[in-house]
């Protein structure tokens, strides 16, 4: 096939992958992913018999890549697909990827069930001493039995015992609570408890359910981070704050687009756009919230409660409102108070139907209520020390502050941490490097995957990988292999790989204009070659800028060059190495031993305020005092972004740093030339 001929052939983009490639009208949909190593199960050969092939195509206008999907993008739906959707059923716009064929330009999501290497969400909770005192509660009442001379109603009886037992004078009752309150009442024997939720101190507390006995675990509550890449969930405990189970989901809503600003745009462009990213986000929430109350074996009217945590552009579209405002200065939210709401309200499904759902509050229209979490979490407003907290993710969220003064921003980073946007990059997923050490000397590489305990060089490791194979290279795995060739010298100050002569390494291998280094070839054994490419570098490079340059900028408003400590948050940032993330000039320079790692620190902030009513009533407070800082409007933003191209950085200093190699690769530049000259221009 001619390159003329390519360019007119469809374009096929897979989600979450990001993966590309032009192929001819007819190729069946599987024939394309294979070709294109994207992660797509199959074991039936293609017959139609096994589902595991299952994608979902994405219609509308997709302004990031250049196209518009149509329906007619794929081949109609025929009879093996037909005869499998009577017999089993498929989801609604679902298709067999064997058998649907593309005819036109389209993108095509990949769902988490057809991957081969199902997605590892690293959310874990946190352990976290909480004062208990939640929301909603269980009371043991004896409700006087009726008589003929006593013509009040049941629901008034409970009312007269929580009040004469509990001094609870007023409550309010969902009215759907009352078709089966007659016969729990007669069940329990008059002996019944009831479960109030009381939304804040000194508000009248509503009746979502009763029960015959006493539940012998109490009552449950779901903690959510609903992030723009992963949702994370717990199930804990109302009684003592114990996680009883862990999930976490990819959100669905990265078919539309694998940062914030591309889902804006695509509710912008296409008229259904937030509708239906609305509708994925509440379905995938449904699904989480019922396999996690399954997995923690709880029964499901027990779980009365849920918290969520998410940015600015989940909640509204979460909340099924229009995110277009927040696309575009002066990046108002509808509202940005903590929301008391109904789980019904969003759809949610699979726990009690009259379950409460508590919204955290968001600081501004680029800070979400992540961040708010992040805050009752980490607790920087109760800080001695100046704390610069980064909570690592496709959207960064960056807290500077003690208690004198906390400030926040945003900062784009996009998605290259998680992994897309790199050459060989996947998500956090069974098989793919996490870890990578490079010799300074042999310029030799060794790594470890996920999912095994040994490194490359270790005897066992074939074995111990044959079941998974060596797939990709994840977030944290890029970051460690930039910064290890830097380190090594295979990589100057501007980000350029050497030439094999260059640095004596023959894993430096030209690539047209540019370089790659190899860290590992399967292709003898039909497994993948993984590189970093020259592109790779730069993805890193812009994504560690925005990040940079967000915490210096917060830096410059306090007015200090240096912070106390760093807390590196998220579930990427909680799996970054802190010097490697120093030698890229992540985050500005601190001892070693003062950048920590906080874990999920916004799932944290979630189970706090899950477990306590104060806790809400003191980050509704916390948000009022931290001042944000608008990185999309500050001039500065642009100078520091532009300084922290370079590896660490173009002039800051980085003291706790061993000496890097003073390399640089620039054509007809001797080392270390033509990185102070790239060093005087980025000022």
Not at 291 to 308: F, H, K, N, R, Y
Not at 506 to 531: K, M, N, Q, V
Request: net charge negative; aromatic share 4%; proline share 6%.
């Amino acid at each position: 096939m001619t390159p003329d001929t390519a360019a007119k052939d469809p374009l096929v983009i897979f989600m979450p992958s990001g993966k590309r490639g032009h192929f001819a009208a007819g190729t069946p949909v599987l024939t394309a992913a294979r070709q294109l190593g994207v992660d797509l199960d199959s074991v039936c050969g293609g017959r139609g018999i096994c589902s595991k092939c299952q994608i979902q195509p994405s219609f509308g206008a997709f302004s990031k890549h250049g196209l518009t999907s149509r329906p007619e993008a794929l081949s109609p739906f025929n009879a093996v697909e037909q005869r499998y959707d009577d017999k089993r059923g498929l989801k609604e716009g679902r298709r067999l990827g064997c058998q649907a064929t593309i005819q036109g330009d389209v993108v095509i999501d990949v769902p988490a069930e057809s991957q081969v290497h199902k997605q590892v969400v690293r959310k874990e909770a946190a352990a976290r001493d909480i004062i208990m005192a939640p929301a909603t509660r269980l009371y043991v009442i004896d409700v006087a039995e009726p008589d003929m001379h006593d013509p009040t109603g049941d629901l008034q009886r409970v009312e007269k015992a929580l009040q004469e037992q509990w001094d609870i004078d007023r409550i309010s009752c969902a009215p759907s609570l009352l078709p089966r309150l007659q016969a729990v009442l007669r069940k329990g024997k008059w002996q019944v408890t009831a479960a109030l939720h009381t939304c804040a101190a000194g508000a009248a507390p509503a009746l979502i359910d009763v029960f015959a006995d006493l539940p012998e675990g109490g009552l449950y509550g779901l903690a959510i981070d609903l992030g723009s890449t992963t949702i994370a969930a717990h199930l804990c405990s109302l009684e003592d704050g114990r996680v009883i189970a862990s999930s976490g989901v990819m959100n669905p809503q990265i078919r539309f687009g694998e940062d914030l600003m591309s889902r804006v745009s695509y509710a912008m462009m296409n008229p259904t756009g937030a509708a239906e990213m609305t509708a994925a986000v509440r379905e995938a929430l449904s699904a989480l919230a019922a396999e996690i109350i399954s997995q923690g074996a709880v029964d499901p009217a027990l779980v009365t409660e849920a918290v969520i945590v998410c940015n600015p552009v989940m909640h509204h579209l979460l909340l099924g409102i229009d995110p277009t405002e927040l696309g575009q200065a002066p990046f108002a939210l509808t509202t940005s108070d903590a929301l008391n709401l109904s789980a019904s309200d969003v759809e949610m499904r699979g726990l009690n139907p009259r379950a409460q759902l508590y919204i955290l509050p968001c600081i501004a229209g680029h800070v979400g209520a992540d961040a708010a979490a992040v805050a009752l979490s980490e607790e920087p407003h109760k800080s001695d020390d100046l704390a610069l907290i980064v909570d690592v993710g496709t959207n960064a969220e960056i807290l500077l502050g003690d208690k004198n003064r906390v400030l926040a921003c945003s900062s784009p980073t996009g998605p290259a941490f998680e992994g897309a946007q790199i050459s060989s990059g996947q998500r956090a997923a069974p098989g793919a490097i996490e870890r990578v050490a490079i010799n300074p000397a042999t310029k030799e590489p060794r790594f470890s995957v996920i999912g095994c305990a040994l490194w490359s060089d270790e005897a066992g490791f074939a074995e111990a990988t044959a079941t998974t194979g060596i797939t990709g290279i994840c977030g944290s795995g890029i970051i460690e292999a930039v910064a290890e060739m830097r380190l090594a010298g295979l990589v100057d100050a501007a980000g350029l790989i050497g030439a094999p002569a260059q640095t004596g390494s023959e894993r430096c291998i030209p690539t047209g204009r540019t370089h790659e280094y190899l860290i590992y070839d399967g292709s003898a054994d039909g497994g993948p070659r993984i590189t970093v490419t020259q592109g790779d570098i730069r993805a890193i490079q812009l994504a560690k800028s925005a990040l940079y340059a967000g915490a210096r900028l917060l830096m410059d408003e306090i007015g200090v060059d240096q912070v106390d400590r760093v807390v590196l948050a998220g579930a990427f940032g909680a799996h970054i190495s802190p010097k490697h993330a120093m030698i890229l000039g992540m985050i500005p320079d601190a001892p070693l031993d003062k950048v920590t790692s906080a874990g999920n620190a916004a799932g944290t902030g979630a189970r706090i305020a899950l477990c306590s009513l104060a806790a809400r009533a003191e980050v509704e407070a916390l948000v009022h005092r931290i001042t944000k800082v608008e990185t999309a409007i500050e001039p500065r933003f642009q100078e520091h972004f532009v300084a922290a191209n370079a590896i660490p950085h173009a002039t800051a200093p980085y003291p706790h740093l061993p000496p890097l190699p003073q390399v640089s690769f620039n054509s007809g530049g001797r080392d270390g030339e033509g990185a102070g000259r790239r060093r005087r221009r980025a000022k």
